[in-house]
């Protein structure tokens, strides 16, 4: 089986069904603007809130075309190693890889560069954003998400808002519950209510990483709070056997299920 250096999987996502990802980073340490508690693929050991080329496109383009005939992807989804908007060519990558590939392009992001015109732009090329919520204030996300010094909460909950005005394709918000945030479930839902933002995608983290996920009851009371919006739960997802190319680096950057 070929290596690959910039794509991965495909894995089994719950929000995304089979997902090939792509990752525009692809360094050998987490690059990324936010250092989450719960990050399943570890503490980042590089701090970055400034945009930059890190892989050509058709590198990743190489790669894509290389791909077995009959590997079966729902979605194609810029993610990985870090943070993918931090990519100054992500838009590029996504026209690039439309001109090869039929599938769905999704981003997943933290929001954190979304106040940015450049990074509204790209994301405007996708099909899917799924963005980052997991607070409903400044000091909040600074000892969930542990956010680069310059970031503000105040910041990303303005360009959540604007892109979501703009935007016209499938929005996300993504929030992860860990014992932190757990009792500002109230004020998140009023939090994502007030973006405007129809559809939530309810995580806790299941997967190995420092944080303890919450119980099914505990997860179910919180997303009764969600009433009136779209709904995807991590406990309502049927786990499909999916095989990656590579698991190895596909665990790198996807993480690896908690035993």
């Known amino acids: 089986m070929k290596k690959f250096k910039y794509i ?15 990752d525009p980073l692809s360094q050998t340490d987490k690059i990324c603007t936010f250092d989450c508690s719960y990050c399943q693929i570890g503490e980042t050991k590089l701090f970055n809130s400034g945009r ?5 496109k058709e590198a990743i383009a190489k790669e894509i075309l290389a791909l077995p005939k009959n590997v079966k992807i729902d979605y194609i989804t810029f993610s990985g190693n870090g943070e993918p908007t931090l990519a100054k060519n992500l838009g590029d990558i996504i026209k690039r890889i439309r001109k090869i590939r039929k599938e769905k392009i999704a981003v997943i992001t933290n929001a954190s560069l979304i106040n940015k015109s450049d990074v509204q732009e790209d994301l405007l090329l996708a099909d899917f954003v799924l963005m980052k919520l997991d607070a409903n204030a400044e000091d909040l996300f600074r000892e969930i998400n542990r956010p680069d010094p310059g970031i503000r909460f105040g910041d990303v909950v303005k360009g959540i808002k604007r892109f979501s005005e703009i935007y016209k394709g499938r929005l996300a918000l993504q929030i992860m519950f860990v014992g932190k945030n757990k009792s500002y479930a109230k004020e998140i839902v009023k939090m994502a209510k007030k973006l405007g933002i129809k559809e ?3 995580n806790t983290p299941l997967r190995e990483c420092s944080e303890k996920p919450l119980s099914k009851p505990e997860m179910d009371t919180i997303k009764k709070y969600f009433n009136g919006m779209s709904v995807n739960y991590v406990y309502w997802a049927k786990r499909k056997e999916v095989k990656a190319m590579d698991k190895e680096s596909a665990e790198k950057r996807h993480g690896r299920d908690k035993k």
């Open 200 to 202: 939530v995608q309810l």
């Open 52 to 56: 930059k080329v890190f892989v050509s």
């Open 8 to 22: 991965y999987g495909p894995v089994f996502s719950w929000r995304l069904g089979r997902s090939l990802g792509v």
